[in-house]
């Protein structure tokens, strides 16, 4: 069965500070890779996604992802966090039936 | 991306009770899903509901626990059925249009069984 990692579970960043967060997943094949966001009272949302070509996917209010199909990852950066991007952020993998890793909850301090 | 709601939101429930939620997207999709988040886990996928069949269960999920119906392409029910406290959990339904392979989630309903 698949299996999605991310080994920080909480990170706590002051604003203008880089951001990457891991993910890891155990799946040979072929896969849809997603990283969600869920910002405080809010629901789940798509923050970017990737299914083939550049393996570097950019997604929405400044994040990337890359994809690194030999390492099994699929992290998520950002050059520079603000306060507004405190939330709980969730790697999922899979074609339909997605499975998720456990989250990172991030705080960025003003 | 689509609208989707779910009702009802919040609800707090007594052992042994049951408790149907509903989710509705404002657009005909190819696919519904539900999940369950339970206090300080990820999100786990229940079943895949299926329009006008059987929805189809994962691993550890039943239909006499959790029934489900889709009876048209907007529309889906979850039954949290004979609750206990372990159920307390966040549902969610999630939404896919076949030509985006990307799911959609609505707000969630925050159930707690007491």
């Known amino acids: 069965a698949q299996s999605v990692s991310q080994h920080n579970h909480h990170v706590i960043l002051s604003e203008a500070a880089s951001l990457e967060l891991g993910c890891n997943y155990s799946?040979?094949?072929?896969?849809?890779l997603f990283w969600y966001v869920q910002y405080p009272g809010q629901h789940l949302q798509l923050l970017l996604k990737?299914?083939?070509?550049?393996?570097l996917v950019k997604g929405i209010k400044g994040f990337e992802a890359e994809f690194i199909k030999s390492k099994f990852s699929f992290n998520l950066r950002k050059p520079s966090v603000q306060w507004s991007d405190t939330a709980e952020y969730f790697c999922?993998?899979?074609?339909?039936?997605?499975?998720f890793g456990t989250g990172t909850r991030l705080l960025v301090s003003p | 991306s689509a609208v989707i709601s779910q009702k009802p939101s919040r609800d707090i429930c007594q052992r042994g009770t049951s408790l149907t939620i509903q989710c509705q997207v404002d657009?005909?999709?190819?696919?519904m899903f539900w999940y369950r988040q339970q206090p300080g886990q990820s999100l786990t996928l229940i079943a895949t509901?299926?329009?006008?069949?059987?929805?189809?269960?994962e691993s550890g999920f039943v239909i006499d626990k959790f029934p489900i119906s889709r009876p048209n392409l907007t529309f889906s029910t979850l039954t949290v059925s004979n609750m206990s406290p372990e159920d307390s959990s966040i549902y969610l339904c999630?939404?896919?249009?076949?030509?985006?392979?990307?799911?959609?989630f609505g707000p969630g309903t925050r159930l707690t069984v007491l």
């Open positions: 999630s939404v896919e249009h076949r030509t985006t392979d990307t799911q959609y």
């Open positions: 799946y040979g094949g072929t896969v849809n």
């Open positions: 990737y299914f083939s070509g550049d393996p």
């Open positions: 999922a993998v899979g074609f339909q039936k997605l499975v």
């Open positions: 657009s005909q999709v190819t696919m």
């Open positions: 509901a299926n329009q006008g069949s059987e929805a189809t269960y």
